[in-house]
């Protein structure tokens, strides 16, 4: 089954671009790439997902490499409120199951 | 927005006792999830429900778990006789459809406490 690898925490300045990583080099052609974030103390919340093309909206713009082997999930301007566990999460047949299946994820710090 | 909402918020039981925690998913969908988090651990799949039916379930999920839609709004998951283990954050999440670019709305959780 593919797999997701992210680094396990990351820092930004508040107002600032942050850029979030995620390698995927087994994903399968029919695989979405979702994008969950969880803040403290709260259930997961979807932020975006895409297939093959680069994807935006009011949250957060999505970054998806030409051979579909890494992405990446921008946040424009890191507010307090982004500071959460994001989580890179692949969902279709390739991936195993069509369930979210979370791994640890990266740790956002936004530093005011 | 619509969102999902569970009660209680904190539910604390004593071990062996039965627990039934309650989500209301959101009106217009028709698959219904269980997931929970152990304190410091991952979000782990439990199992999902669609037309009054299982229809995945993960090893967690065993016979201490039931789900039931007892009517047009509620969905519980129901534990016969907790064990210490079953210490979680039990989050309820729906979607309008079980395929692969669809999302899924979680609620804000359970956190189940066993003494």
């Known amino acids: 089954d593919a797999k997701t690898t992210q680094p396990n925490s990351m820092e930004s300045n508040e107002e600032e671009p942050v850029h979030l990583p995620c390698n995927h080099s087994t994903i399968s052609g029919t695989d979405y790439i979702h994008w969950y974030r969880q803040l403290p103390s709260q259930g997961p919340e979807y932020v975006i997902h895409?297939?093959?093309s680069n994807v935006n909206n009011r949250m957060a713009s999505l970054a998806i490499a030409e051979d579909r082997k890494s992405s990446t999930l921008i946040l424009h301007r890191a507010t307090l409120r982004d500071a959460a566990v994001y989580y890179c999460?692949?969902?279709?047949?390739?991936?195993?199951?069509?369930?979210?299946?979370f791994g640890k994820g990266t740790k956002l710090s936004v530093i005011p | 927005e619509p969102e999902v909402t569970q009660t209680p918020s904190h539910q604390v039981t004593q071990m062996g006792q039965e627990v039934i925690l309650r989500c209301v998913p959101i009106s217009n969908h028709l698959y219904f999830y269980w997931y929970r988090q152990i304190l410091g651990q991952k979000v782990e799949f439990l199992v999902s429900?669609?037309?009054?039916?299982?229809?995945?379930k993960s090893e967690i999920f065993d016979d201490q778990f039931s789900v039931e839609r007892p009517d047009g709004s509620n969905f519980t998951l129901k534990i016969r006789s907790t064990k210490l283990e079953d210490s979680a954050m039990y989050f309820c999440?729906?979607?309008?459809?079980?395929?692969?670019?669809?999302?899924?709305?979680f609620g804000s959780g359970t956190q189940l406490s066993v003494l």
């Open positions: 999460i692949l969902r279709g047949p390739g991936a195993g199951s069509y369930q979210l299946t």
């Open positions: 999440a729906s979607s309008e459809a079980r395929i692969s670019n669809e999302k899924l709305f």
């Open positions: 429900f669609y037309n009054n039916e299982i229809s995945e």
């Open positions: 895409g297939l093959t």
